[in-house]
């Protein structure tokens, strides 16, 4: 079982920053795979970016430029550094986790979700 922590959101003016937070805790032998999503109100969820174990990080063409993923394995964190926000980021942001287990085989989980508002 793996549990997710997201934290960070908030509400922020336009052009403002924000610094999300994933704290992952749990049983696992690896986590391939970490991603940030985002769901505005009225929207379908859009997969924000992906932080791979081994690979280089990826951001969506939507937020690029603008957010900024990075991931830290010593301590199963990862972040979303949101700059120059505008009220179309407003929405409920989640991190996601793949956790392989050899049992298992890859499981996703979800966290709670964190609000961000962006005021206009």
């Known amino acids: 079982q793996v549990q997710l922590v997201e934290s960070g959101g908030g509400l922020v003016p336009a052009g403002g920053s924000l610094r999300l937070r994933c704290d992952a805790s749990g049983t696992w032998e690896t986590l391939p795979n970490m991603n940030w999503y985002r769901q505005g109100p009225g929207k379908e969820r859009e997969l924000l970016g992906t932080?791979?174990?081994?690979?280089?990080?990826t951001v969506a063409d939507s937020v690029k430029g603008r957010f900024t993923i990075s991931r830290y394995n010593d301590n199963n964190t990862m972040f979303l550094q949101m700059n120059n926000l505008n009220p179309d980021d407003t929405g409920v942001y989640y991190c996601?986790?793949?956790?392989?287990?050899?049992?298992?085989?890859?499981?996703?989980?979800w966290g709670q979700g964190t609000q961000v508002t962006v005021s206009s």
């Open positions: 932080a791979p174990r081994f690979r280089a990080v």
């Open positions: 996601r986790v793949e956790a392989y287990l050899a049992w298992t085989g890859n499981k996703e989980y």
